[in-house]
Structures are given as structure tokens and as C-alpha cells.
């Protein structure tokens, strides 16, 4: 059975710091991972998804990487900014049908001017 | 209209009353869900749609009653709930059978049961 956690729970860093979230996983039998933003009160926004076969995705400052050997993925967030603040999560499918997915419990990021 | 489309976004019932919660989805993709986000819990999937068809129902209580009469729409029926009902109900779609496909999230209806 799939697990996902996310450490730490709530990170805060000063403007224009890089940083990274991380994602552990249980199973390495992984089919993709995908990354989340959700703004508070707010929806989740899809960031990046990492296919099984892919070693990383990039998205602008964003760029995630998954090894399944280590079960972890990790989120890289260049040159940070204020408007990055937000809680990050990340996801894994339960199975091999996409959209069930096991959730993290996420990263709450606060970025400081 | 794009994306995943949630309506309404907050709403308050009483214990007895009857609501539904409404989600349509414009981005061709022929699976839908329901998830829920209690406060300081990850997202738990409710149900999930394919194909129009409920291919799964994980445990919810039976006040919760999810409608998907074509790809494009989800209705989530509520009925008698309980105070912990309270949380952020999110719909998701995306294509079915993709194990490599991506979930697109709506905004979110935010429920409070007094």
C-alpha cells in the first residue's frame, strides 16, 4: 500500500532563497508523482508531474526530481518570492488508474520579504 | 469557461437540510472525483467516476450521494450531515485508464454543517 510524507511540515525562508521540498514514498513501484500547490482556502493547482520512466521535470524556477530506488521526490524552488508562499503537496497513484491518488500531508512554505 | 468548474463555493447547512454540491469539468477528460480535505488531514478520495460509470466508493457514509449523469458534470448530494462533515470538498477529473495522466483540481466547495 502506497504512503506519502512530506517533512517539514512548515518551512519559512527569507526572499531569494533556493529550497527544497522533499516527498518520501513507500512503494517503488511508482507510475508517476505528481506536485501541488493549494493556496489557502483555495484549490490545488497541478505543478509538475514526474512520470516513472523521467528522472525530473522543470517549470520555470520550478524542478522536480523523483528516484524510485530511494522512494523520494523532491521539489526545487529557485530564487523564492513572496507569491511562492503557499502549501506545496505532492501525490502518487494508488494504483495504475492516474487519478486516485495518495495525497502527503503537505509543506506549508512562507516566504519573507 | 476551462478547467474544473465548482459551485457553490461556501455553503452552510443545518443537520436536516438538503444540498447539493455541483462540479463541471471543460477539459475533455472522461473521469471525475470527488476528494475531501478535513482540516489538518491529507486528501481522501470520496469517489471516483469513469466513463459515467462509479467505479469506486471508498467507505463514505450514505449521506453523501455522488450523481454523474455525463463526463462533463458530478453533483455531490448532502443529506442529514453530521458537524465533522465540515471540509473542503475538491473535484478533480482527468483521462481514464492513464496511469501516466494528470489530476486537474477545481476550486473547491467549502462546507460547514452546524
Sequence with gaps: KQEVTQIPAALSVPEGENLVLNCSFTDSAIYNLQWFRQDPGKGLTSLLLIQSSQREQTSGRLNASLDKSSGRSTLYIAASQPGDSATYLCAAPRDNQGGKLIFGQGTELSVKP | ?114
Design chain 2, 1 to 114: 469557461e476551462t478547467g474544473v468548474t465548482q459551485t457553490p463555493r461556501h455553503l452552510v447547512m443545518g443537520m436536516t437540510n438538503k444540498k447539493s454540491l455541483k462540479c463541471e469539468q471543460h477539459l475533455g477528460h472522461n473521469a471525475m472525483y470527488w476528494y475531501k480535505q478535513s482540516a489538518k488531514k491529507p486528501l481522501e478520495l470520496m469517489f471516483v467516476y469513469s466513463l459515467e460509470e462509479r467505479v469506486e466508493n471508498n467507505s463514505v457514509p450514505s449521506r453523501f450521494s455522488p450523481e454523474c449523469p455525463n463526463s462533463s458534470h458530478l453533483f455531490l448530494h448532502l443529506h442529514t450531515l453530521q458537524p465533522e462533515d465540515s471540509a473542503l470538498y475538491l473535484c478533480a477529473s482527468s483521462h481514464t485508464g492513464q496511469y501516466t495522466g494528470e489530476l486537474f483540481f477545481g476550486e473547491g466547495s467549502r462546507l460547514t454543517v452546524l
